[in-house]
C-alpha cells in the first residue's frame, strides 16, 4: 500500500507543491550576453555586408526571377516587412546591451574612483612624511656645517695659541 503524501502548508520544514506560472522564465545575464553579441554582431561591416547580399538576392529574384517562382511582388512588401521585424528587434536588443555596457562603465568608474582616492590619500601622506623629513634634516648637522664649525675652532684654538705663546 503506497503512502499517500500529505503536504501542510503550515509547515516551512516541508517543502510544498511547485506552482506553474505563465509568466516566462529566463537567465537575465544569459539574455543579456547574447544581446550584447548581437549588438557586436551587427555593428559589424560584415552584417552590413550579408544584409545587403540578402536584399539584392531578394530585389533580383522577386524582380528578375521566374513569374511562378517569385513569392514577393514589386511594392517588395515581405521584404519590408521583415526588415522592419528585424529593425524592431534589434533596437531594444542594442539598447540592452548599451545598458549593460553603461552599468559596467559605472561600476568601473566607482572602482576607478576610489582607487584614485586612495592614491591620492597616499601621496598626501608621503607629501607629510617627505616635509617631516626635510625639517629633520634641517635640524641635523650636515658635513659641511661640522667642517665649518671644526674649522672655526681649529682657527680659535691657534689663535689661543698664538695668544698664549706671546703672553709667555
Excluded: C, H
Excluded at 559596467?104 to 572602482?111: F, H, I, N, T
Excluded at 617631516?132 to 634641517?138: D, E, H, T, V
Aim: charged content about 30%; cysteine-free.
Amino acid at each position: 500500500m503506497a503512502q499517500k503524501r500529505i503536504v501542510n502548508q503550515n509547515r516551512l520544514d516541508i517543502p510544498g507543491p511547485v506552482r506553474r506560472s505563465l509568466k516566462p522564465s529566463y537567465d537575465s545575464e544569459r539574455f543579456g550576453e547574447i544581446s550584447e553579441k548581437f549588438a557586436r554582431f551587427i555593428g559589424t561591416a560584415r552584417f552590413l555586408l550579408y544584409m545587403t547580399v540578402f536584399v539584392l538576392s531578394w530585389l533580383l529574384w522577386n524582380y528578375l526571377g521566374p513569374e511562378n517562382l517569385t513569392f514577393d511582388g514589386y511594392p517588395f512588401i515581405f521584404l519590408t516587412l521583415i526588415l522592419s521585424l528585424q529593425a524592431s528587434y534589434a533596437a531594444p536588443l542594442i539598447l540592452l546591451a548599451q545598458n549593460r555596457q553603461a552599468d559596467r562603465d559605472r561600476v568601473q568608474y566607482q572602482e576607478d574612483r576610489a582607487r584614485d582616492e586612495r592614491t591620492q590619500a597616499d601621496a598626501e601622506y608621503l607629501t607629510r612624511e617627505i616635509a617631516a623629513l626635510r625639517a629633520q634634516i634641517q635640524q641635523i648637522a650636515t658635513r659641511d656645517f661640522v667642517r665649518g664649525e671644526m674649522k672655526d675652532l681649529l682657527e680659535e684654538i691657534a689663535d689661543k695659541i698664538k695668544s698664549d705663546e706671546k703672553s709667555k
